[in-house]
Structures are given as C-alpha cells and as structure tokens.
C-alpha cells in the first residue's frame, strides 16, 4: 500500500533534514494521498533525532506522585477515547496517539466519560498532589466538560491552551510534539490505558 510507502519516504526525508511541512507535501503529493493521510503522516511520523528527544522526556507515570502535573484536555480525553475504540497507533516516538483528528469537532457522548473514568482511575492510582485539566474554550460544550472534571479534579477552559501549558511547563499530559518541545517532561496516561486494556 503507497501509505506505508509513503511513510517510509517521509522518514527518510526527515532523517535528511527536510521540514516535515514540506516533506509531508512533497510525499503527499507524489502518493496522492488524501487529507486524512497527510493528518495519519504528520501525527506518526518523526525523524529519527525528533523520536529520540521525545522519548527522552516521556517520564513514567511514577513519578507524578505528589506532585502538581497539567493535564492538555481535550488531548488525552480524545486519545484516551480512541484507545477504548481501538483507533490509536503507537508512534515513531513511542507515545500513543488518535487516528482521526477529531478535534474542533469533539462531541460529548457515553464514551466521553467511559474515557473520563479510565483517565480519573489512572490519576487516583498515580496520586498527583493536584491534577489540573485545561479544555479550549473555543470548543462547543468545554464549559460542560469543566463542569463535570471540576467534581474530580481541578479544570479550566482557556483560549490558549497550548500556551499555558507551555508557560506553565509542569509535567503535562499530552501526546501533542508541538507542545512537548516546549516542555520539559510529559506523560502519556493513554499508553498506560492501552496497555491496562486485554489483549
């Protein structure tokens, strides 16, 4: 299938020193590929040097005992949703990432707070001093959402999430590269999910 070609090419490009914008077109357009193809390429696929620094700042969940971590909320729940419906991928960088880039399109359904639960039953395990999640405002229902977290754990919508995350630079739950370049350690509670799921 081109797709694993095409991914094959992609990292090779990247390992060069390509900018994955550019290689991404160049691989895209050479395959043909459509929309959601370039979205599966860039969300897993990394060079070999970007894999290895991401790897370096993923920290086991045992460490967040006792201390305040930052939870990127519509991140982990949609990743932690797609976990449960099997329509996740281990990356290039060995974090555990969705397939089909539903957000900005998020709706609350029964599956939204089965992935709650399973997210709030990794905390309390890991016992964080505070956990605090923080939803995009900009988001339809994210109030709702802070509402229902907010009779766990702390939460916030904000318009910048990214950003205060960033600025925070708290460990921080996320499977996001963007913003994991701009913090020092991360964790990723829908690997530990995945790999509580039966095989």
């Known amino acids: 299938m081109s797709i694993h070609e095409a991914t094959d090419d992609l990292r090779y490009l990247l390992n060069r020193g390509?900018?994955?914008?550019?290689?991404?077109?160049?691989?895209?357009n050479h395959y043909q590929l459509h929309n959601k193809d370039r979205h599966f390429l860039a969300r897993t696929v990394f060079s070999d040097q970007e894999a290895q620094s991401i790897r370096q700042k993923n920290i086991p969940l045992e460490r967040i005992r006792g201390k305040d971590i930052a939870l990127d909320g519509y991140n982990v729940l949609i990743s932690t949703e797609a976990v449960l419906t099997g329509d996740t991928l281990i990356c290039d960088d060995s974090v555990?990432?969705?397939?089909?880039?539903?957000?900005?399109?998020?709706?609350?359904?029964?599956?939204?707070?089965?992935?709650l639960q399973e997210i709030f039953t990794v905390l309390i395990h890991y016992?964080?001093?505070?956990?605090?999640?923080?939803?995009?405002?900009?988001?339809?229902?994210?109030g709702d959402l802070c509402s229902f977290v907010r009779t766990h754990f702390p939460c916030t919508a904000t318009k910048h999430v990214d950003l205060v995350l960033a600025q925070l630079n708290l460990i921080t739950a996320t499977s996001d590269s963007?913003?994991?370049?701009?913090?020092d350690h991360?964790?990723?509670?829908?690997?530990?999910?995945?790999?509580?799921?039966?095989l």
């Open 96 to 115: 555990v990432r969705d397939i089909k880039g539903v957000f900005g399109k998020y709706t609350i359904t029964e599956l939204t707070y089965q992935a």
């Open 186 to 198: 991360f964790i990723d509670i829908p690997f530990e999910i995945l790999l509580s799921k039966p």
């Open 127 to 142: 016992s964080p001093h505070m956990a605090t999640f923080y939803f995009d405002q900009q988001v339809p229902h994210s």
């Open 18 to 28: 390509y900018r994955k914008s550019y290689a991404l077109t160049v691989v895209c």
């Open 178 to 183: 963007i913003l994991i370049r701009k913090l």
